[in-house]
């Protein structure tokens, strides 16, 4: 079992900053990816930005340039600069652990960004 901390969201306006960050702990051999979601109300989940094992981070085009990723151990951080309206939503942090059954995916509960004057 995976336990996943997330923390970092607020109101922020337009075209400022925030951090989110997200530590996952609890039993597992390793965690390959890690990874952030979000979700506006009345929308799917969709892929923000993600790590990849050995290679460089993916981006949804619709942050890239202006979000970055990074890993610091079972820790994920999620830069957000130049933030926009359209930003605003919850945030999920992802993470697939590999135990003895495989892989497994798990979800942090979520953290409110607002983006807003």
């Known amino acids: 079992q995976v336990q996943i901390v997330e923390s970092g969201g607020g109101l922020v306006q337009p075209g400022g900053s925030l951090t989110l960050s997200c530590t996952a702990s609890?039993?597992?051999?390793?965690?390959?990816?890690m990874a952030w979601y979000r979700q506006a109300p009345g929308s799917q989940r969709d892929l923000v930005a993600t790590?990849?094992?050995?290679?460089e981070p993916n981006y949804a085009d619709a942050v890239l340039g202006r979000f970055t990723i990074s890993r610091d151990g079972n820790t994920a951080y999620l830069q957000m600069n130049s933030l926009k309206p359209e930003d605003t939503a919850v945030y999920f942090c992802?993470?697939?652990?590999?135990?003895?059954?495989?892989?497994?995916?798990?979800w942090g509960q979520g953290t409110q960004v607002t983006v807003s004057t």
């Open positions: 790590t990849i094992p050995g290679g």
């Open positions: 992802n993470v697939k652990s590999f135990y003895i059954g495989g892989l497994t995916d798990y």
């Open positions: 609890g039993t597992f051999w390793t965690i390959p990816t």
